[in-house]
């Protein structure tokens, strides 16, 4: 599809079209030896990851000036959610403008959650490249005030439940590591630990990152009986 009717559909007119490219670019397309040269959205991901979460907490902050800080992280949580990012982009029909690799195309990989998100996360960034935080947060807030007025509020994030328990000592130190990935690109699976302090208290697996690290901290939320 032309890159002109995805411009149209998300109200934004690029002024570098290579970095539209680059987002729309999945690493199976970057990774296939006639397309050399083509770099993938992944750091475009990044980037486009950090930028959602500054929009989004500065406008659930300011939306609900009396909300706590637990609830607005769980409620900002469950409106960024994989299944919230994939929702937005089939909006724009985001999978149809992809550049994938032959296998992906092959087995309908542009419509895998993970790959749909991933794109919306780098879209993001691609506008936040070219036209700044302004024309960031006017594409993100035209999903994120139509998806609050929608919400059901009962996505778990067992991140932040684990991180709130474990931050009520400041001598315990949480994080996660990325232990492992296999399977081919188009059905990749990922291994994530939770590690309080130097020790594993969790491990999980999951289609993404994020989703291998949501079921780390589940586990160690199971262990620790809660």
């Given at each position: 599809m032309e890159m002109d009717s995805l411009e149209k559909k998300i109200g934004y007119s690029f002024k570098d079209k290579k970095l539209?490219?680059?987002?729309?670019?999945?690493?199976?397309?970057?990774?296939?030896?006639?397309?050399?040269?083509?770099?993938?959205?992944?750091r475009m991901e990044f980037l486009g990851d950090a930028v959602l979460s500054i929009i989004?907490?500065?406008?659930?902050?300011?939306?609900?000036?009396?909300?706590?800080?637990g609830d607005l992280t769980k409620l900002r949580a469950s409106l960024v959610c994989t299944s919230s990012l994939c929702s937005f982009a089939k909006q724009l029909d985001l999978g149809s403008y992809l550049y994938l690799g032959n296998g992906e195309i092959n087995v309908d990989g542009g419509n895998r959650p993970s790959t749909l998100e991933n794109a919306f996360e780098a879209l993001i960034a691609a506008i936040y490249l070219d036209g700044g935080m302004k024309e960031a947060e006017k594409f993100v807030l035209g999903f994120l005030v139509p998806a609050l007025e929608n919400h059901e509020y009962n996505y778990v994030d067992y991140k932040t439940t684990l991180q709130e328990i474990v931050q009520k000592n400041p001598d315990i130190t949480l994080g996660y590591t990325l232990v492992d990935e296999y399977g081919p690109d188009h059905n990749k699976t990922f291994v994530s630990e939770v590690h309080l302090n130097s020790n594993v208290i969790g491990r999980g697996k999951g289609k993404s990152k994020k989703g291998s690290e949501q079921a780390a901290a589940k586990e160690a939320l199971k262990l620790m009986g809660l």
């Open positions: 539209l490219t680059e987002a729309l670019t999945h690493s199976s397309f970057a990774n296939e030896k006639h397309h050399q040269g083509s770099r993938s959205n992944e989004s907490a500065r406008f659930l902050f300011e939306h609900f000036p009396k909300m706590p800080e």
